[in-house]
């Protein structure tokens, strides 16, 4: 009864061992098979499900073991798109930026065998993350179609037909990841109406996650998303939430409870007391308990003490409020 | 047609290792230089063949356009120890580091053969809004880099440059920018080529020209360069060009699209330079990419700057 409120959960990603990370350096070189890649992404995520289960999160997920980067995976594994090679971000560090250079195809279901793989290892709730029509489509170049709204329209027409074949597999938890939806806040509308068409017909709990951007700018209008969940990234703000409060929050709220891009590893103090003041939005069974983003830029013992932590924070709310 | 390219190139994929094992300390400052060198040459080459007329080095040790001069420039680079007065106590010596573009401009046009080789200055506006500038006001701050700048294009001169490309992106790409501001940077830009008889271009992308179009045409620039290939600021471009010509300025057309990998056709960039030419009066037209092709995989960036050349000739 005590997990009904402040469900613990992830974002999606952890940190690859690097055993994971040469395998598919290899794999692009042409040297392994994708059959090979596979067998040691499947050992990857049982540990990363080890993890989740030791620190005692309730909703887990594989830690997107098998997915190279969130826009690559996708642009691998959907019709129309092509590798032309990497384009720098800052500095020296690249990534591959895909190009859609003719009309996007939904080819077969990407992440039903993922999800079929998590739950043969665990008996706890799974998230089924997904990266949204909108950050795909603003993270490629544009080849095929008239503008970038016709993209990111058609991305979410395909992108429906692999919610459907997830809630067929039984997934009842799917995140939408629209990282690139707080960069430019004037998009907003075509966000919504994008996801409004991914989630057409899908009944099964949807979060929205956003990282962390122009918040302000984007509030209380993604309230119109057809969601059930706003995640968002607020240890990094100290849990600085005012502008949340401008407007009712009508919604669930994924409450980011550790901060990902600090190795500093917070304390449960710290966590109960940015927690609770989620509670100025929202109920105790509406407010998830979870990492302001995915794990993966943090050492995995670091973002696994990160997971303890913020569990045991949640208990301590849950005896609180029981 | 005459044709140009606007600014970085994307890095070969063998040199984002050397940098990295450069900075583990694996390989030394020489052999790093030397691969800089290889990418420049084999840079250079390609828009040579391609005929391209005025060419750019690449900027393959440069990270972006703004900070190696920023942090160079505008501090001081801390060079080796020396007694602090007349005690047995070291400082590093500062040293305000003018001749930074200057030097790699050298390297590169002491490859080249036949083309004439620009020089790309990051633009003080652009400096200023990229950058914390506290206590300085934007007004304030361009004077200042329009001074300092004008010391790099000194030095650029004295190396042999003839041909400066001055990149202000913010000028188009900030909105509602208050005219004391835009009337501070076209005054930078006059000190910026203060006692330097050589082409300079007011060089703009990412985004239209707008409400600030008129005001630049009035900056002391012989060439301006504007985005034709972008989807808004295009068409916001055009409608400009038409309207107000170009005031006697020579036009950089960006006509290839450097943010994006689909290859334009002969057909596309005939059809918009003839739209470009019909709406001015004078001035010359030089083929150009938007952006700095380094936002594209290297692949198609090649691609491009042979498509620029071709295309340019048969114009």
Redesign the interface.
């Known amino acids: 009864m005590a997990k009904e409120i402040f469900p613990t959960t992830i974002v999606g990603s952890y940190s690859k061992p690097d055993y994971l990370n040469d395998a598919f350096k290899e794999y692009y070189a042409g040297k392994i098979s994708h059959e090979q890649l596979h067998k040691l992404a499947e050992k990857a995520i049982v540990d990363v499900i080890k993890d989740h289960e030791e620190a005692d999160v309730d909703i887990v997920s594989d830690g997107e073991m098998r997915r190279s980067e969130m826009t690559e995976f996708f642009a691998e594994n959907i019709g129309g798109f092509k590798m032309f090679g990497p384009v720098r971000v800052w500095g020296n560090n690249y990534y591959q930026k895909p190009s859609i250079i003719e009309k996007m195809t939904y080819k077969k279901p990407i992440l039903v065998d993922e999800y079929n793989y998590t739950k043969s290892l665990t008996k706890k709730r799974i998230k089924v993350p997904i990266t949204g029509p909108y950050t795909i489509v603003d993270w490629s170049f544009n080849e095929a179609y008239r503008n970038k709204e016709e993209a990111i329209y058609a991305l979410a027409e395909i992108e429906n037909r692999e919610l459907k074949a997830l809630v067929k597999a039984g997934v009842d938890f799917i995140q939408i990841d629209e990282p690139a939806l707080s960069t430019h806040p004037e998009e907003i509308e075509i966000a919504r109406k994008a996801i409004e068409i991914t989630t057409k017909g899908i009944d099964v709990k949807k979060g929205l996650h956003i990282c962390y951007g122009e918040y302000d700018k984007i509030y209380p209008a993604v309230l119109d998303f057809n969601v059930d969940q706003i995640d968002l990234e607020l240890a990094n703000r100290k849990w600085d939430i005012d502008f949340l409060k401008e407007h009712e929050f009508t919604k669930e709220i994924g409450y980011g409870a550790c901060d990902v891009h600090n190795p500093r590893v917070e304390t449960v103090e710290e966590i109960v007391a940015g927690v609770r003041k989620g509670l100025e939005l929202v109920s105790p069974e509406k407010l998830f308990v979870k990492p302001d983003c995915g794990l993966k830029m943090l050492p995995r013992n670091i973002a696994f003490e990160k997971l303890k932590v913020m569990v045991k924070a949640a208990k301590v709310l849950r005896k609180e409020f029981e | 047609m005459k044709s140009t390219t606007v600014g970085l190139y ?2 070969p ?1 063998y040199l ?1 290792p050397a ?2 094992h450069f900075a583990k300390g694996r390989i030394s400052a020489e052999q790093l230089e030397q691969e800089y060198r290889k990418a420049a040459k084999n840079y250079i080459e390609l828009q040579e063949k391609a005929g391209i007329d005025y060419i750019t080095s690449g900027g393959f040790s440069w ?2 356009v703004i900070t190696p001069y920023a942090a160079n420039t505008f501090g001081f680079k801390l060079g080796g120890l020396i007694r602090f007065f007349d005690n047995n106590n070291y400082y590093r010596k500062p040293s305000l580091t003018v001749g930074l573009i200057a030097r790699e401009w050298k390297v590169a046009d002491e490859m080249k053969k036949k083309a004439e080789l620009k020089a790309i200055v990051p633009g003080p506006f652009t400096l200023a809004k990229m950058s914390e500038i506290a206590p300085f006001t934007t007004e304030e701050f361009v004077a200042i880099a329009g001074q300092v700048l004008n010391a790099e294009v000194k030095a650029l001169y004295a190396a042999g440059c003839r041909n400066f490309q001055i990149d202000e992106p913010s000028l188009v790409f900030e909105k509602n920018i208050p005219d004391e501001e835009v009337d501070a940077a076209s005054i930078a830009f006059a000190e910026l080529r203060k006692g330097i008889d050589s082409q300079f271009c007011l060089q703009t992308y990412f985004g239209g020209a707008g409400e600030v179009y008129e005001k630049l045409l009035d900056f002391p620039a012989d060439l301006i360069g504007l985005d034709f290939a972008s ?1 808004a600021s295009g068409k916001e471009n055009f409608d400009l060009v038409k309207e107000h010509g170009t005031g006697g300025k020579k036009l950089v057309a960006g006509v290839i699209d450097a ?4 290859m334009e056709t002969e057909a596309d960039v005939k059809k918009a330079i003839e739209k470009i030419r019909s709406g001015m009066k004078d001035g010359a037209v030089i083929l150009a990419p938007n952006a700095a092709l ?7 960036a090649e691609k491009k700057v042979k498509f620029l050349g071709e295309v340019a000739r048969k114009l």
């Open positions: 994307p890095r994929e984002q940098i990295r990270d972006d989807v943010r994006n990998t689909k380094e936002y594209l995989p290297e692949v198609i």
